[in-house]
């Protein structure tokens, strides 16, 4: 398991994103020690068990902090569509907590995060 923390101080975000590889069995400690609930948790472990590819989960819980929990994947290519497919449900979640309706914030906020996990 790898993991990634990127801090938004211009909304107080942050954004903790998690690469779990098939053989990751210490989710439950992360999970527990991060204060997720229980089924989502349990979403995680399932996804793992069933050797999920090509895909993740966005939780968001009520302290401002993001978890981007990603899935392996089958090649750079399909790992960066993941990423940027979790990141703008990142995205969303924070202009909608902020009530942030323009269409630049998020252009921002996009690049921001690509450019602190990507680089």
């Not at 993740?56 to 990423?83: E, P």
């Not at 995205?91 to 921001?112: C, F, H, Q, R």
């Amino acid at each position: 398991m790898k993991i990634k923390t990127v801090n938004i101080d211009v909304y107080d975000w942050e954004v903790v994103f998690v690469f779990i590889s098939k053989s990751d069995k210490d989710i439950n400690n992360f999970g527990k020690t991060n204060n997720l609930l229980k089924e989502d948790i349990e979403e995680i472990n399932d996804k793992i068990a069933e050797e999920s590819i090509n895909g993740g989960i966005t939780i968001f819980n009520t302290h401002r902090v993001a978890f981007v929990i990603l899935y392996s994947t089958t090649s750079k290519k399909q790992k960066i569509n993941s990423l940027t497919h979790e990141i703008r449900h990142v995205v969303d979640k924070i202009m909608e907590y902020s009530n942030i309706e323009d269409w630049e914030s998020p252009a921002y906020l996009t690049g921001y995060i690509s450019g602190e996990i990507l680089i």
